[in-house]
């Protein structure tokens, strides 16, 4: 046995889980802790942040780029109601995160002390497993169980640590048991019988569709295969981007407001639809009268969210391996050449989009100045609002280039804590965060840790000064803009004031000689964080959850109505049935 406090003991018990950093902010009822990470801050490595919230939103995001554990921690009451979004954030994206929360030392507990508050019931929702300790040897043992639940469960884990417990000194040797991350991979075949009918289905159909979630995330060229081999156009759900290389002419990005209009022109015209690795919220609201086949490796999620024609229980790159054994192909229909002449069309009418800057800088310009500096091992962090419709349409998504975003809870603020992420477990790698002004603002201050660390992360604001999501929310309800409009700032100004490079850019020529500075930064081999502030037009971006641009469904006004809205014209931006009609 070895003497040592249980704070120790608990920092090595997540290095022999191979966590190498830690986010958070001590304080009086967590300082012990801390102080067990201070013993072994050689292998255990911790971030200062400015606020909790983003501690635990860039640990969430550690677990989404490396699939290993995001460690953060907070104090008793403030410190520790603040992880709750970052920690949200991770239990609805179904990662592993754990949270070390501190609480009033034992003997003042039940006194109604300073910030003394019963916290467990605070975390029951957000963590299947949620404890407090009551002894000094538990410590060591209740957080490797923490880390295997949060693995187990694939969600959040919290522990709770009265600070005199922490910092008594225990016998403490180890765990001889393995620290096991991921149960082996019990890959589930499809059956034969289910083959048979998704090719007889397939068979049957004129327009096929492919559409594919996180699911096939180790199948891109199985993928690849599949689509080229039975002529199918490809759709992916938007944290699937990049699955199917995004320069491939048979991928039309995804369906929705983030999406594109090949995206929803081929879901609204297809007859069939293969549904593999997703549990897509929004397919309820798809159309009825097509035949929609599902694969999902989780039982639970068959029939979810639309009543499938035929069900595959299987692994999706099992099940599309098992679909090229098969030998079944389709030659090219005229579907999928109108299809892949309606993406070529639309990325033409983005890059045109992209180089207008006659009113003002537009978003789809900024994004462009990102795509052609990118590296082809770029690491993305999108935020949540009108920069992430803007990031999935553009970005390049066609070599080893990654991202994360919030996509199911949705926060605001996640840009810049994900990119700060990124830039500790990629050192190596270009790292961009892209938000807007208004998610930028919320976490800003954090610029000071990306400074602090050394952490070279180019961070871009598409500055609008306003809540550009909701503004469209807004105006298709027909409300009135209140709320919404935002007070600007010189946020390149701001991040030089912190110590970080900055630029401010108002048109393409400002924007293309700051790019060329960030590159020579990059070169010289800065570590000091950029902050890109493009000033841009308060544009309301295209709306491709809802495209009446189709004639045969559509009567002339409705159409003339919405290509005025967004400057879609009909001669460069045909109707994906018009197209149907010329290939065939």
Known sequence: MTK??????LAQVLIKWQVDHLYGIPADSINNT????????????YIQVRHEEVGALAASADAKYTGKIGVCFGSAGPGGVHLLNGLYEAKMDHVPVLAIVGQSATNIMNTSFFQEMNQDPIFADVAPFH???TNAEQIPYLVDQAIRAAYANKSVSVVILPDDLSGQEIDFHGFETQAIAQKPANLLKPTQEAMQQVVQALEQAQRPLLWIGRGAKNARDLVVQVSEKLSLPVLSTVPATGIMPTDHPNFMGSKGRLGTKPGYEVASACDLILFVGTNYPFARFLPQNITFIQVNNNLADLGKQYDA???VLADSAEFLQAL??????REPSAFLKAAQQDKRNWDQWLLELSQDDAQGLRAEGVIQAIKDNSTNNAVYSLDVGNNTEWSIRQLPFDQQQSFTMSPWYGTMGFGLPGGMAAQLNYPNQQIWSISGDGGFAMVMPDLLTEVKYQLPVINVVLANNSFG???????????????????????????????????????????KQAMHQINELQKQGSHLPIALDAHIQNIDPIDTSFI???????DQPTIDQYRTRYDLPADSQPSLQTLIKQFS
């Open 131 to 133: 404890r407090q300790a």
């Open 4 to 9: 040592m406090t249980a704070g120790r003991a």
């Open 309 to 311: 024609n035929v069900t």
């Open 469 to 511: 999501y909701i503004e469209h929310e807004k105006i298709q309800n027909q409300q009135s803009m209140y709320g919404i409009n935002l007070l600007g700032a010189d946020w390149g100004a701001v991040a030089q004031g912190m110590g970080a490079h900055g630029f401010t850019v108002r048109n393409l020529a400002e924007l």
């Open 34 to 45: 801390v102080e067990g990470f201070y013993d072994e801050r050689e292998q255990l490595k």
């Open 324 to 329: 090229l054994d098969t030998g079944y192909q």
């Open 548 to 554: 009446p641009v189709n004639e045969d469904l559509f």
